[in-house]
């Protein structure tokens, strides 16, 4: 059975930093393209950063050059390190793996976890 | 990275029939066919209902189907039920690597 579990999230000051942890089990992370998706409170769907199997990365220009994407093979997990946070990244965290059945990696996202709620306030 | 544009609310009577659109732009929703649609209930994670514009994961429900044209995607629910009532969100690839989602639609069930 896929399922994705988030953690690390908390309380963080602006200016601070966090790690996002996405343990999987059914499949393996780093032969699959995952996302990072974040909802902040009472509001939509954004989507962060993407990995590619091959290990490359991207980012949405809202956290270009503040969030890292990454993989740890022999833990099968997902990570998102995040610096320089601003209250505005104040959401709660997904990790999602995409759909890999239909030839191409953007078809959708068909694993969502539970998430993980980061807070960056003072 | 412009969200797509979805109505914020739609609301049918169980029985019928309800659309949902998603507007985008040549930069995404009109370039490619990668369009997916999630439900999501209050307090629970995203499901995948449509992807591919039109294509339904193997098992759900044939209810829920998908269309575009142009720069609009859209999400057709025949047969509302009171358990489709949840917010619904479209998703878009946007080129370079990026990924584009709406800004949701709650559907109330009358």
């Known amino acids: 059975e896929v399922q994705l579990v988030e953690s690390g999230g908390g309380l963080v000051q602006p200016g601070g930093s966090l790690r996002l942890s996405c343990e999987a089990s059914?499949?393996?992370?780093?032969?699959?393209?995952m996302s990072w998706v974040r909802q902040a409170p009472g509001k939509g769907l954004a989507w962060v950063s993407i990995?590619?199997?091959?290990?490359?990365?991207y980012y949405a220009d809202s956290v270009k050059g503040r969030f890292t994407i990454s993989r740890d093979i022999f833990k099968n997990t997902l990570f998102l390190q995040m610096d320089s946070l601003r209250a505005e990244d104040t959401a709660l965290y997904y990790c999602?793996?995409?759909?890999?059945?239909?030839?191409?990696?953007?078809?959708?996202?068909?694993?969502w976890g539970q998430g993980t709620l980061v807070t960056v306030s003072s | 990275q412009s969200a797509l544009t979805q109505p914020a609310s739609v609301s049918g009577s169980p029985g019928q029939s309800i659309t949902i659109s998603c507007t985008g732009s040549?930069?995404?929703?009109?370039?490619?066919?990668?369009v997916s649609w999630y439900q999501q209930h209050p307090g629970k994670a995203p499901k995948l209902m449509i992807y591919?514009?039109?294509k339904r994961p193997s098992g759900d429900s044939n209810r829920f189907s998908g269309s575009k044209s142009g720069n609009t995607a859209s999400l057709t629910i025949s047969g509302l039920q009171a358990e489709d009532e949840a917010d619904y969100y479209c998703?878009?690839?946007?080129?370079?690597?990026?990924?584009?989602f709406g800004g949701g639609t709650k559907l109330t069930v009358l």
């Open positions: 999602a793996r995409h759909y890999s059945g239909s030839g191409s990696y953007f078809s959708g996202f068909d694993y």
């Open positions: 059914g499949f393996t992370v780093s032969s699959n393209y």
């Open positions: 990995v590619y199997a091959g290990g490359n990365p």
């Open positions: 040549s930069s995404d929703v009109g370039s490619y066919n990668y």
């Open positions: 591919d514009v039109t």
């Open positions: 998703c878009s690839y946007a080129g370079s690597s990026s990924l584009v």
